[in-house]
């Protein structure tokens, strides 16, 4: 479009965008997982165009990229969130195939062999592999006992002679949870451990073990308790991603502090690396183990938070000040190889990528999840702080952003207030196509970390203990009130939208505030009691978020938004997968059946075969079309797109 004369003025939304849903969809790759062995680089790549299946990548020297498990869907799905799919070490790659649930062995010739039988039932993860010792380590969940899943710390052995799984023993068992096993130079294995009612970022134990040859393999003698809390509760403390230094000495990070530090454990007891009101890690909500990696003896690659923003940083063990390296949004991992550190990344201007760490500390890109994208239609996010009714909120304000256009003088733009999941999660300040869609037609996008976020210490995120339902609503409206307050967005055209955890705070918001003028909800939780005692992982998530059940289960009731239907007041779209084994189509149903009842404008789209979250290209285009057309209708703008008009029910045509 030739923009010599000025940008056009165009109501905000109507404006033509070259990000499609299309470009959109294609986006959705990802990488992550970082692995550095003997100079090579390996990582998880996502491939939009094939749902979504996860592959092992490794950088050539030419600065391609290698395919290594072609046939393979790479994913662990222990603690149904999964992390630690795959390890690699002395070009020996482990790792779990979706496609057959076992978990497999990859020698440098290429040949492949199962260390574990193809069960459906037998789930494992944290992959952890030492060619050395001849071994892989790693945690397996077992559903064939009755009741909830049994997870233990387990020992792989090499595949058999005859080229079938190796022998499998278990090294800790009785714990209701087990992650991050480390083996040291001198045989010492760490862990993490922790048992219900506590989450992982609530209490956890990290334990070492000397690790010994058994007539059946293997066992753990002299094991010791390094730092936590047995007892758990509120003392406990939350320790994460133990790794050990190549002279025995253990780091990880601890939030003792109140925000997670970098901890060294050696003869001489535990010491803090770092310091200071800044995150160095967040919840453990997948397993996996790439937060640090050693540069040399004395040099720590790793990140940190600080009020919302992320940067790279090298941490010193002999008592230096850390430096800090450049920002970024976030860092999924890091790894370094001879003395060189590499981190996967996402950036506030452009998409995921793969770095290298310089000696002047800049960044140079070896991969990129995609094309650059156009500056003329990038909205960089600026960070809103402010004073919320249950205490400091901040949120990532999206401007429109698109240089063909401009919205009519004296006009705001419509918003989308965006609600993360988890609800221990975190929004950050990245390039998000999904995002950018919206900004560069002429929408702002508004994302909270309301109460309960994480990256911001211990203390906000407990903001939201025995809260969830309330402080996370409060600050999503205050987050719009905000931003109404400097001028940003026009408030009577706001949109609230989440899904799962952020799709209850949706609801809530909409039925206990005319602040939004709609909203959307893809698969959002209306009835707390169905989430008591399901999956083993989040089966107490509630105690803390909302009460122990039973003793709290009028709690439940009152906050479940499926009790209070007839407090609904603003047009909804539902978006629902039919086999949704958390939030059952009878939920989204009867939440429909309200709008209506209320004479509300309502749509539901309903997505055959989809789950807990759209992993089908076909649904998710669909799902972001019926969001255009529905804000559009509900807004009063026309959509430069050619996409078909969603029916709404109960809406005056205009």
Wanted: aromatic content about 8%; charged content about 20%; overall charge negative.
């Amino acid at each position: 479009m030739d923009v010599a004369d000025g940008p056009i003025v165009s109501p905000y939304g109507s404006w033509a965008s070259p990000i499609g849903i299309a470009d959109v969809i294609a986006a959705g790759a990802s990488m992550r997982e970082l692995v550095a062995d003997s100079g090579w680089l390996w990582w998880l790549e996502t491939i939009p165009d094939q749902d979504g299946r996860s592959t092992v990548m490794r950088l050539l020297p030419s600065g391609a990229a290698q395919e290594i498990t072609p046939t393979a869907n790479v994913r662990s799905r222990v603690n149904e969130y999964g992390g630690g799919a795959f390890d690699v070490r002395d070009g020996i790659l482990v790792y779990c195939d979706d496609v057959d649930r076992s978990v497999k062995l990859r020698t440098p010739d290429g040949s492949v062999h199962r260390l574990t039988t193809a069960d459906p039932v037998v789930r494992y993860g944290d992959l952890r592999v030492y060619p050395g010792a001849g071994l892989v380590l790693a945690i397996r969940e077992d559903h064939r006992v009755d009741g909830e899943p049994e997870t233990t710390l387990v020992a792989l052995g090499w595949p058999s002679v005859d080229g079938g799984p190796g022998s499998e023993t278990v090294l800790q068992h009785g714990a209701d949870f087990y992650a991050n096993p480390a083996l040291s130079n001198d045989g010492r294995l760490a862990w993490l451990e922790w048992n219900h009612p506590s989450m992982p970022w609530d209490s956890t134990l990290l334990k070492v073990g000397r690790l010994v040859t058994a007539s059946a393999g293997w066992r753990l003698a002299d094991v010791q308790l390094i730092i936590g809390e047995p007892a758990g509760g509120a003392e406990g403390i939350a320790i994460h991603h133990p790794r050990w230094n190549d002279d025995d000495s253990l780091i990880f990070t601890s939030e003792e502090s109140g925000f997670f530090q970098l901890c060294e454990w050696s003869p001489d007891g535990i010491r803090a690396l770092t310091e200071g009101p800044r995150d160095h890690d967040l919840p453990l909500f997948v397993l996996g183990n790439h937060v640090t990696a050693a540069l040399d003896d004395h040099r720590i690659l790793s990140w940190q938070l600080d009020e919302g923003f992320c940067h790279l940083e090298i941490v010193s063990r002999r008592g230096e000040p850390p430096r800090r390296l450049a920002g970024m949004s976030s860092v999924d991992s890091v790894a370094s190889t001879n003395s060189v550190g590499y981190a996967i990344v996402d950036r506030p201007r452009d998409h995921t990528a793969l770095v290298r760490v310089e000696p002047d500390g800049a960044l140079k890109v070896l991969r990129s999840t995609g094309e650059s994208p156009a500056r003329a239609v990038t909205s960089v996010p600026r960070s809103l702080v402010f004073e919320g009714r249950t205490g400091e909120v901040q949120a990532w304000y999206y401007p429109p952003t698109n240089d063909a256009f401009q919205g009519p003088t004296g006009t705001r733009p419509p918003a989308l207030v965006r609600v993360h999941g988890g609800p221990t999660a975190m929004a950050t300040n990245g390039y998000y196509a999904t995002v950018q869609f919206w900004t560069s037609r002429g929408i702002a996008v508004l994302d909270v970390n309301y109460s309960g976020s994480a990256g911001f210490g211990r203390d906000w995120r407990e903001r939201l203990l025995g809260a969830w339902g309330r402080a996370d609503v409060s600050d999503c409206i205050d987050a719009a009130d905000a931003a109404i307050d400097a001028g940003l967005i026009d408030p009577g055209r706001i949109a609230i939208a989440g899904g799962s955890a952020g799709g209850f705070t949706v609801l809530r918001a909409l039925m206990n505030s005319d602040r939004f003028t709609a909203g959307i909800v893809r698969y959002g939780v209306s009835d707390l009691k169905a989430l008591v005692g399901g999956h083993k992982f989040e089966s107490h998530y509630l105690d803390s978020l909302v009460g122990p059940w039973p003793e709290a289960a009028q709690r439940y009731e009152d906050r479940s938004p499926i009790n209070t239907l007839d407090r609904l007041n603003s047009p909804i779209l539902i978006l629902q997968g039919t086999e949704d084994p958390v939030v059952p189509m009878a939920q989204s149903t009867a939440l429909a059946d309200a709008a209506r009842r209320r004479g509300l404008p309502m749509a539901m789209r309903i997505f055959e075969g989809e789950g807990h979250g759209f992993r089908s290209s076909a649904a998710r285009a669909d799902a972001l079309a019926a969001e255009l057309s529905f804000l559009a209708q509900i807004f009063g703008f026309l959509p430069a797109d050619d996409l078909p008009e969603l029916e709404i029910e109960g809406l005056a045509r205009r």
